[in-house]
């Protein structure tokens, strides 16, 4: 016994999982069955609703009721939708035409800076400055000749030596 509390004080891990699980299963059991949501209707045993039903079906008999007018309700919702919607689409509207406004303004300030650097750039570019020259330009075929020619020309590999020193 003492080995197996031993056991679990040295691997602190291990308690946290137990604890964890522990807690899970407890937090279960204490969930209420009946969800608390306003739109749900409260639960009722049938004993009461075929009361209610009954009640509801005399009454019915002794007087016709007209029919409510949730028609009214759903109108007016419509009207409120609609109007959300307009204010809404103009507000994008107007976002749009801002957004449209800024990507105007940044494409100006990018062809600027773009004429800037071409101009700087054509002034720099003198063919006979030691500042600006164009470096040697290699294309694959050249570069694998050159790798031949200095194996050719270079010692025999046998001559080389094998490691490379250190410098």
């Given at each position: 016994?003492?080995d197996?509390?031993?056991?679990?004080?040295?691997n602190?891990?291990?308690?946290?999982v137990?604890i964890?699980?522990l807690t899970?299963m407890?937090?279960k059991?204490?969930?209420?069955?009946?969800?608390d949501?306003?739109n749900?209707p409260?639960?009722?045993?049938?004993?009461?609703?075929?009361?209610?039903?009954?009640?509801?079906?005399a009454?019915?008999n002794?007087?016709?009721r007209?029919?409510?007018a949730?028609?009214r309700?759903?109108?007016?919702?419509?009207a409120?939708?609609?109007?959300?919607i307009?204010?809404?689409?103009t507000?994008a509207?107007?976002?749009?035409?801002e957004?449209?406004?800024?990507?105007?303004?940044?494409d100006?300030?990018?062809?600027?800076?773009?004429a800037?650097?071409?101009?700087?750039?054509?002034?720099?570019?003198?063919?006979?400055?030691?500042?600006?020259?164009?470096?040697?330009?290699?294309?694959?075929k050249?570069?694998?000749d050159?790798?031949i020619?200095?194996?050719?020309?270079?010692?025999p590999r046998?001559?080389r030596?094998?490691?490379?020193?250190r410098?």
């Amino acid at each position: 016994m003492g080995d197996f509390i031993d056991f679990f004080l040295k691997n602190p891990f291990l308690i946290i999982v137990l604890i964890g699980i522990l807690t899970s299963m407890l937090g279960k059991k204490k969930q209420p069955q009946q969800s608390d949501d306003p739109n749900t209707p409260p639960k009722k045993k049938w004993q009461e609703v075929i009361r209610e039903l009954q009640g509801e079906m005399a009454q019915g008999n002794q007087q016709q009721r007209p029919a409510p007018a949730p028609v009214r309700k759903v109108e007016q919702q419509a009207a409120q939708a609609v109007e959300v919607i307009d204010e809404t689409k103009t507000e994008a509207n107007k976002r749009i035409a801002e957004l449209r406004r800024l990507q105007q303004k940044y494409d100006q300030e990018r062809l600027y800076q773009k004429a800037k650097a071409d101009q700087i750039t054509s002034a720099i570019s003198d063919n006979n400055s030691p500042v600006y020259r164009k470096g040697p330009s290699f294309g694959k075929k050249q570069l694998i000749d050159g790798i031949i020619m200095s194996e050719v020309l270079g010692p025999p590999r046998a001559k080389r030596s094998l490691q490379r020193s250190r410098r």
